[in-house]
């Protein structure tokens, strides 16, 4: 699989519940509250697989010392990928 990441691409909130619901987060996640959904993206830095959107790790940070990784999201089909490393990595 050839991906592509990107560092503070904006997605939809339509992307983000499908990829919530995609994984195995969205049965944790309120993918049903939309406003809630919003907030969340509102609120952190994204480093997200654009396209054909199979992972987004979302952060909150500082900006200059901390940075807390609250969430990392693969789809069902980028299991064992490795793009969840990835994301991870770009994250640091």
Same mark, same amino acid.
């Given at each position: 699989? @050839? *991906?592509? $990441? ?5 997605? %939809? *909130?339509?992307?983000?519940? #499908? =990829?919530?619901?995609? @994984?195995?987060?969205?049965? +944790?996640?309120?993918?049903? !509250? +939309? ?5 969340? =993206?509102?609120?952190?830095? =994204?480093?997200? *697989? ?14 200059? !010392? *901390?940075? $807390?990784?609250? !969430?990392?999201?693969? %789809?069902?089909? %980028?299991?064992?990928?490795?793009? #969840? ?8």
């Amino acid at each position: 699989m @050839s *991906v592509t $990441y990107k560092v503070t691409e904006p997605i %939809s *909130v339509g992307q983000f519940i #499908g =990829l919530q619901a995609d @994984s195995m987060l969205g049965e +944790r996640r309120p993918i049903a !509250d +939309r406003e809630c959904l919003e907030g969340m =993206l509102g609120a952190t830095i =994204l480093r997200s *697989v654009p396209g054909n959107q199979v992972g987004i790790a979302r952060s909150i940070t500082d900006l200059h !010392d *901390v940075c $807390y990784l609250s !969430d990392l999201t693969g %789809s069902g089909s %980028s299991q064992a990928t490795g793009v #969840g490393k990835q994301l991870q990595i770009l994250t640091q």
